[in-house]
């Protein structure tokens, strides 16, 4: 159901390219003043959301509703500057025969204050922090700049609803992260909604107050960041969020057999082949102490390498078949055992789901 409190809803929408699914069945709600963030692998569908949204590709099946308004049924599209749209790309799009400020003007023409345009426009770069840089031409500013000069574009109209299909995806690691941390914060200010596509899982739990996981041209789960994270209904959805180790088993007494104790199987009958997802961060491990009481579970080392904030160990596990596992574990700061070293290994089990084998096939 629709609410003029919406600042955008999608019903039911699906879109063809020809004989490719782009969209099939898509409902979604940004809500005023929310980030929520399309997600998922190239090709999902994810870019035509968003151009349905933005009035930029015709609606074929569904309704778009903006603000409760009705922009797309099927039988008329509402043309995207009539939306009430901001929307940012990823090749920043500016103007390159217009300078910054009449870049960031652009939006406003239909002001009929020239002085209040004038004064929105250096209100909006000031807010990007790109205050004194009216003057400058397009090619002039880095990467990260224009992507600012972007957003100031589409914000300065003070739109209800912004559209951001892969922003930062321009930018290199250090600058993006600065970018989009700022993006964030003017996003929040404006207070408008705004639905933004990434591929990339980390940048949409940094952005996001809701994500929703595309594939195959469908939202296959919808939640808070921490909700995806930690209860992903799908071995797609919690291995999209982070590498994960993969464990075999089959479903005995409702449970299956891990080297680190048995995990309930949920709704998975008798005899099913299971696969058991344990993210890298769940493996906590300590040296193994010789004076202290035997481990529960050890490893060897296979290598160990410090990734920055965290340190990655390849472990070699002998499971009870006599076959060997590898698993990765990541964890907090310097952990630098050496190669051959046993290392004491517990699961945490909030972080270990268990799903159909054939989901991860
Ligand atoms: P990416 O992250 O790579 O941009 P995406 O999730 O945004 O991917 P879309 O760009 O929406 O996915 O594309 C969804 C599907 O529709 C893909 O198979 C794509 O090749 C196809 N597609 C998109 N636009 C067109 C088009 N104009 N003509 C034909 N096929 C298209």
């Known amino acids: 159901m629709s609410s003029v409190l919406d600042a955008l809803h999608l019903e039911r929408v699906s879109h063809r390219f020809g004989e490719i699914r782009a969209a099939d069945g898509v409902s979604l709600t940004v809500r005023p003043g929310e ?80 002085e209040a345009r004038r004064a929105r426009v250096e209100e909006m770069l000031d807010q990007v922090g790109m205050a004194g840089a009216g003057d400058s031409w397009p090619h002039e500013l880095s990467g990260g700049q224009q992507q600012r000069v972007a957003l100031a574009r589409a914000l300065a109209p003070k739109p209800r609803l912004v ?36 591929h990339d899982s980390e940048e949409a739990m940094f952005m996001a107050d809701r994500i929703a996981v595309m594939r195959h ?18 071995a797609f959805v919690a291995g999209f969020f982070s590498e994960i ?25 008798e005899g099913v082949a299971a696969a058991v997802l344990i993210r890298p961060e769940a493996l906590g491990l300590a040296p193994v102490d010789e004076q202290g009481p035997e481990p529960a579970c050890v490893a060897r080392v296979l ?15 002998g499971d009870s078949g006599g076959a060997h596992l590898h698993l990765h574990a990541r964890v907090p700061g310097q952990f630098l055992p050496a190669e051959n070293d046993i290392v004491a290994v517990e699961m945490d089990r909030r972080q270990a789901f268990v799903f159909p084998a054939e989901e991860c096939a």
Do not use: W
Request: charged share 20%; net charge positive; proline share 5%.
């Open 303 to 317: 290598a160990a390498r410090l990734l920055g904030r965290t340190s990655l160990v390849h472990l070699c596990m």
């Open 245 to 269: 180790n993969v464990l075999n088993g089959i479903v005995k007494d409702k449970s299956v057999t891990t080297p680190f104790g048995a995990l309930a199987a949920g709704s998975l009958g």
């Open 163 to 198: 559209l951001l299909d892969e922003p930062f995806s321009g930018l290199d690691s250090r600058l993006r992260d600065q970018v989009r941390d700022q993006t964030l914060h003017v996003l929040k200010q404006s207070g408008a909604a705004t639905l933004m596509v990434t």
């Open 35 to 114: 980030v929520v963030c399309l997600l998922g692998p190239s090709g999902c569908g994810k870019t035509t959301v968003l151009r349905i949204a933005a009035g930029l590709e015709r609606l074929q099946s569904g309704r778009v509703l903006i603000g409760g308004q009705v922009v797309a049924d099927g039988t008329f599209d509402l043309p995207p500057e009539k939306r009430g749209v901001g929307l940012v790309f990823q090749d920043y799009a500016l103007f390159p025969h217009l300078n910054v400020r009449d870049n960031v003007a652009f939006g406003l023409i239909d002001a009929r204050d020239g």
């Open 217 to 234: 041209g469908r939202i296959v789960q919808v939640g808070r960041p921490t909700d995806l994270y930690c209860q992903p209904d799908s």
